[in-house]
């Protein structure tokens, strides 16, 4: 869109666009936003303040998440959580009995965990606190939490012991959850401290899939976490063969996707 159609948004217009942004890639920055729009960042804050009161997002500093984010959420509050579905029930398909994962946080690793058959044995490491308490449901599987600060914004933790924990580890599988993907870009984010921890959960895992909705496809945030050489599997809700990925198919031979 040009900025001449920007400038003519209402601010429900305006608002719904920030919304949408938000439930798209989990958390947006005021200075993002601004951009997008060609608005001011004190007109963002505004357009925010009003979501949050309609309880619509979350703010946190320097911007805002998406609700279904957070750990009292519902299942009915979570963007494309039929998509999300989907993806969480391909995921399962990597599983086997005995494995050692690395999990990220998220809402569609929510849905993967809410999956996981009772009777599968798994040693699952995270740093995500959420996903640690989500898997205490899992009678089959050991949960081990690597501690340290956690971060506001991934709701991770991204200090004390984690780079040496992870230092540590080989996974067989790390599951990890994006809020950007694309061919040039690789995968991405927009928060210092979490792009770090999840190149350390990548050299720690043997192998890589990283779930996605499409429409998450073609899109860029500001800190590269990866090629996408190196990840090994994609799980999207579109079939295999849908044409949407084939450049991605053609761009890195190497890349499954599920």
């Given at each position: ?7 003519s ?10 919304l ?72 399962l ?68 012991d ?34 770090q ?37 994609v ?6 063969g ?17």
């Open positions: 869109m040009d900025s001449n159609y920007l400038d948004y209402t601010k429900e217009e305006r608002k719904a666009h920030i949408k942004e938000i439930n798209l890639h989990t958390r947006v920055s005021f200075d993002m936003l601004s951009n997008q729009l060609f608005v001011s960042e004190d007109t963002i804050r505004r357009d925010i303040n009003e979501l949050e009161a309609e309880s619509l997002i979350i703010k946190i500093k320097g911007g805002a998440m998406a609700k279904a984010y957070h750990h009292s959420s519902a299942s009915t509050q979570v963007y494309s959580g039929e998509a999300k579905q989907i993806i969480a029930q391909k995921t398909g990597l599983l086997h009995d005995g494995m050692v994962l690395l999990i990220d946080g998220g809402t569609t690793v929510r849905e993967f965990i809410h999956l996981i058959p009772n009777d599968l044995h798994l040693t699952i490491f995270t740093l995500s606190v959420i996903s640690a308490s989500e898997l205490l449901d899992k009678p089959n599987i050991k949960t081990i939490m690597i501690g340290g600060a956690i971060s506001p914004y991934s709701q991770m933790s991204i200090s004390g984690v780079y040496h924990t992870l230092g540590s580890i080989k996974a067989d599988l790390l599951i990890l959850d994006t809020n950007a993907l694309d061919i040039e870009g690789g995968i991405s984010d927009s928060d210092w401290d979490t792009v921890v999840k190149k350390m959960m990548i050299k720690a895992s043997q192998k890589v899939a990283v779930l996605t909705i499409t429409e998450k496809l073609n899109t860029v945030l500001k800190m590269k976490i990866a090629d996408l050489s190196e990840v090994d599997y799980m999207t809700e579109a079939d295999s849908d044409e949407r990925l084939q450049a991605y198919k053609n761009a890195v031979p190497s890349l499954t996707f599920i």
